[in-house]
């Protein structure tokens, strides 16, 4: 006759409870990076006949087919995007005794620009054959025509320039008391010259 070995039982009962405890123990002690994303301001949609949007008011830069990059209607140098942005930005056009008058901008005052950098909307359009490099391209100049203002105010009111700023808060090794303060730099300096760039559809002619 064949031996029959007993089987042995595994006592599982508590693998559940163990399971259990580890989950809470990972989900306690687990953080979650915050994405930093674009700092951006959302511009009125300018479909929306509720809110009124001056033409002054709003800088237009278009990329046709063949890859030129018009500004306000004009045909422009790529090399020269940056400093027509920043000009337009930074117009500060309101009369001294006006309300929402920029004390702080260093621009022509034209009274056909921008009145105030809270208000000044870059629109960036690209028809359906532009080529992609030229759009970041463009996109990377109106970025740091806001970076470069945004280094100058930063520079005037804290002696460092924004960048260092940012990089600086999103340093790993700053206490949270540090950070803190950084953030609120951050957010007076973009409180100064908020982003706000419109991206409409891309067009077909």
Same mark, same amino acid.
Not at 80 to 101: Q, S
Not at 138 to 155: K, P
């Given at each position: 006759?064949?031996?029959? &070995? ?6 599982? !009962? ?8 580890? /989950? ?12 930093? %994303?674009?700092?951006?301001?959302? $511009? ?13 008011? /709003?800088?237009? *830069? ?12 004009? #045909? *422009?140098?790529?090399?020269?995007? &940056? ?5 337009? #930005?930074?117009? !500060? ?6 309300? %929402? ?5 260093? !621009? ?6 921008? @009145?105030?950098?809270?208000?000044? #909307? ?8 532009? !080529? ?28 460092? $320039?924004?960048?260092? *700023? ?7 090794? *700053? ?6 303060? /950084?953030? @609120? &730099?951050?957010?007076?300096? &973009? ?6 760039? /419109? ?7």
């Amino acid at each position: 006759m064949k031996n029959h &070995r007993n089987s042995q039982e595994v006592n599982a !009962g508590s693998m559940a409870d163990i399971a259990f405890l580890l /989950l809470i123990f990972f989900l306690v002690t687990t953080t979650i990076e915050n994405d930093s %994303g674009l700092n951006r301001s959302m $511009p009125p949609n300018i479909k929306d006949n509720s809110v009124d949007i001056k033409e002054r008011n /709003l800088f237009e *830069i278009s990329i046709n087919d063949a890859d030129l990059i018009m500004a306000e209607g004009d #045909i *422009i140098d790529p090399k020269n995007l &940056r400093e027509k942005v920043i000009t337009f #930005i930074d117009n !500060g056009g309101l009369p001294l005794e006006a309300e %929402g008058y920029c004390n702080y901008c260093k !621009g022509n005052r034209f009274s056909d620009s921008s @009145e105030n950098p809270d208000k000044a #909307i870059i629109s960036i359009k690209a028809q359906r054959n532009s !080529g992609y490099s030229v759009y970041v391209a463009v996109q990377n100049e109106v970025l740091a025509a806001y970076n470069d203002l945004r280094d100058r105010e930063s520079l005037r009111l804290f002696n460092i $320039p924004y960048k260092t *700023i940012y990089s600086d808060y999103y340093n790993e090794e *700053i206490s949270e008391e540090e950070k803190g303060q /950084l953030k @609120e &730099r951050l957010e007076i300096i &973009r409180a100064l010259y908020p982003q706000k760039i /419109l991206e409409p559809e891309t067009v077909n002619n």
